[in-house]
Structure formats: structure tokens, C-alpha cells
């Protein structure tokens, strides 16, 4: 089946986007700062690196009690999240850095968080940023059968129990990119040659998706095993604990912006076309969460400042909190939506109770 072109609505009769695009722009030309990363993003890069790989290369060199080797694997977790959120994601939306190489280098770190650039690119910045929250565009919302995040998704008996079921799935979300999600991404998007920029070489993307992933099997499992005493299946669960704690740190982080009641899931018109501007149309499907907590600002990346990010994703998030303040007031200014929770607490409640309500028979529903 030949997916559906879409197209937004160029009407915007309030000016809203090229209100709040001159006021953020006024804002770096008057403080003289630059709209990518800074020291800050330096310093975090350095932090999110040292808990990622400081741990594997202490199971390497030294000789650790099992309890404190799994301990090691649960903070390379946390690091590992934590460098997509805070490096690869700036990197690959060309906002790490206003030299690209740095960007280049940055993105490519996603290689050994067991994803692909291309692929990411693809789905992320193409179909997610796009299409957000859009029904069979935005591949963000699709989790094949055994999950249901938007009403316009087919109901199956089992999505009852997702609400609880839900979480223990969610860990999974990186080492699918390692085993299977990859490759199966990159098939479909090549097909239908997708690409964010320049369309690849077929032979040269397909060559470095696979040795990238012998490189990544070869680093994380076959060294451990070759170079260290720890038993073979000590590694393989160390391996999948640290993919589980990275998995359910970023796909929370995730559901928490657009999987929500607040998070609107518009349909296009027969002939394709969206009610809104693109602008709005982010405004109406993204959720903000806990931007008053610093650690949780400082942890995600900017993530739970979705609003701004999607509006502005070539800004660095080490600026989303002053630009929030511009967003919202304009949004407010304008008579439009700006949605988000004061606390990541509430957030995580409201996407469970979400779950929840898309796991309940159609015609049962509200």
C-alpha cells in the first residue's frame, strides 16, 4: 500500500511561528550566544561517557565480586541512556555544535548504543518530527500488536492488561536496535528511499550497518568473554541488564512526551492535508514534563522540554529552559496550547492511566 502524502496547513492567519521564530532568534542575537552547545554540553558529554564506559572497562582490568560486576552494568545503563539523550540525540539534529564533523562524531556515538545513524535519522527526524503523533506516519506510535498507544490502532483482548504489562516491554527498546529493529528499518526505508539529506549508497549503508553491529557484538560481548575470567553467561546478562536499564530509562522519557490523553493523535483529511500549521501542530501533540526539576533537566537532555524541541530541534537543549519561557508566553499570547506536567511523577501517572484507557474495548471507552 502507497503511503499517504501529507501536507500542513499553510494558514496561520495569528503569525504565531514567525512571532515566536523572531523572538527566539532576538533572544541569541541579544545575550550574543550561539544556538548550539556550549561548555555545559562539553561537560555532560565527559559525565555521560565516564558512566557509560568507566564501568566496562573496570570488568575488564579488574577482578570484581559477580554482585558488584551487575552493579557496574546497571550504571553503564544509566550512562548509556544517558549519552543518547544528551550527545548522540544533539549530534544528530545538528545542534551539538556549529562545526559538523563535531556534530558527525557526536551522532555516531548512537554505533556503540547498538543503532544506526541512517536509520535514526530516518524515523526520528524525518517521520517523528514531521508526522509527530500522526497514525501511520509516525513510527513512534507503532508497537506492533501487544502494545496500543492511539485509539486509531486496531484493539486486541490482550491490551487490557498493557497498563501493566507495558513496563516490562519497554526495556527491551535497545537491545531490539542491537538484534533485529535495524535491519528491518533500514529494509523499509531503503524501499522507499527515505533518507535526511542525501539518499545513500544501498552498498555502502547496508556495509556499515553490518559491521557496525560485528564491531558492537565483537566490543560488548566477545572481549568481555576473551580478555576476563567472567563466565559467559555473567556477560550475556550483564550485556542485556545494561541494555534493559538504558531501554526503560529512554522509552519512559519518550512515552512521557507524546503518548499521553493530553498528547493529541490527529488524522489527515481524505486528500492528505492536516487541520493545522506544522507549529501548532506540535504545540497540540507534545507534552512537556518535570522542567522545574534540574536533575531532570540536566538528565534527559532537554527531553522533557519536548515543546521546544520539536519547534526548535537545531537548537541545542542546554537552551530549552530560557527559550520555554518565550514558547509558552507566545503560545499563551496566542490563544494556543502548551501543555505539560509540573513533575515527572504526575507525567509517568497519566501515560499509565493512558495505557490504561487505550487497553479498554472501543466501544467501552469513555
Same mark, same amino acid.
Given at each position: 500500500?502507497?503511503? !499517504?502524502?501529507?501536507?500542513?496547513? =499553510?494558514?496561520?492567519? *495569528? ?20 544556538? @548550539? ?7 555532560? $558529554? ?19 565480586? @559477580? ?30 555544535? &556549529? ?16 543503532? &544506526? ?5 530516518? %524515523? ?7 508526522? @509527530? ?11 506492533? =500488536?501487544?502494545? =496500543?498507544?492511539?485509539?486509531? $490502532?486496531?484493539?486486541? /483482548?490482550?491490551?487490557?492488561? %498493557? ?10 527498546? $535497545? +537491545?531490539?536496535?542491537?538484534?533485529? #529493529?535495524?535491519? %528491518? ?25 553490518? +559491521? ?15 580478555? #576476563? ?33 493530553? *498528547? ?5 483529511? /481524505? ?8 507549529? +501548532?501542530? %506540535? ?34 537543549? +542546554? ?10 508566553? $507566545? *503560545? ?12 515527572? =511523577?504526575? *507525567? ?12 479498554? !474495548? ?5
Amino acid at each position: 500500500m502507497k503511503q !499517504q502524502t501529507l501536507s500542513f496547513s =499553510r494558514t496561520d492567519s *495569528a503569525k504565531f511561528f514567525r512571532t515566536l521564530n523572531k523572538r527566539v532568534n532576538n533572544y541569541f542575537k541579544e545575550n550574543d550566544i550561539k544556538r @548550539t552547545g556550549n561548555w555545559q554540553l562539553w561537560v555532560k $558529554t565527559i559525565v555521560m561517557f565516564t558512566l557509560f564506559l568507566t564501568p566496562y572497562f573496570l570488568l575488564l582490568t579488574l577482578n570484581i565480586p @559477580t554482585w558488584a560486576q551487575f552493579l557496574l552494568t546497571i550504571v553503564m545503563g544509566v550512562g548509556m541512556a544517558g549519552v543518547g539523550m544528551n550527545v548522540m540525540h544533539d549530534g544528530n539534529h545538528g545542534a551539538f555544535s &556549529n562545526k559538523e564533523w563535531i556534530n558527525r562524531i557526536m551522532g555516531s556515538s548512537i554505533y556503540i548504543l547498538a543503532g &544506526n545513524v541512517y536509520n535514526w535519522k530516518v %524515523q526520528h527526524n524525518v517521520l517523528h518530527h514531521t508526522y @509527530t503523533n500522526i497514525h501511520g506516519h509516525d513510527e513512534d506510535l507503532e508497537a506492533g =500488536r501487544i502494545l =496500543r498507544f492511539s485509539e486509531h $490502532t486496531e484493539w486486541r /483482548k490482550h491490551h487490557k492488561f %498493557q497498563h501493566y504489562y507495558s513496563i516490562l516491554l519497554y526495556g527491551l527498546l $535497545t +537491545i531490539n536496535w542491537a538484534i533485529t #529493529t535495524d535491519f %528491518q528499518q533500514m529494509k523499509r526505508y531503503m524501499k522507499r528511499k527515505l533518507a535526511y539529506g542525501k539518499f545513500p549508497n544501498p552498498v555502502v549503508n547496508w556495509s556499515k550497518l553490518v +559491521i557496525s553491529k560485528i564491531i558492537y557484538i565483537s566490543m560488548w560481548i566477545i572481549l568481555p568473554m576473551a580478555l #576476563t575470567d567472567i563466565a559467559w553467561y555473567k556477560v550475556l546478562i550483564g550485556f542485556l541488564l545494561m541494555h534493559y536499564v538504558a531501554g526503560l530509562i529512554l522509552s519512559v522519557v519518550f512515552q512521557l512526551a507524546h503518548v499521553m490523553d493530553e *498528547a493529541e493523535m490527529p488524522l489527515p483529511e /481524505k486528500d492528505g492535508t492536516m487541520k493545522n500549521t506544522w507549529a +501548532i501542530h %506540535q504545540l497540540n501533540t507534545t507534552v512537556n514534563f518535570g522542567a522545574r526539576s534540574k536533575i531532570i533537566n540536566w538528565y534527559t537532555g532537554g527531553l522533557n522540554h519536548q515543546v521546544e524541541h520539536h519547534i526548535f530541534p537545531h537548537i541545542s537543549h +542546554i537552551h530549552y529552559g530560557k527559550i520555554a519561557e518565550i514558547v509558552k508566553s $507566545t *503560545a499563551k499570547e496566542f490563544n494556543l496550547p502548551y501543555k505539560e506536567y509540573d513533575t515527572t =511523577r504526575k *507525567a509517568i501517572a497519566a501515560h499509565f492511566r493512558f495505557l490504561k484507557e487505550m487497553g479498554m !474495548q472501543p466501544a467501552m471507552q469513555a
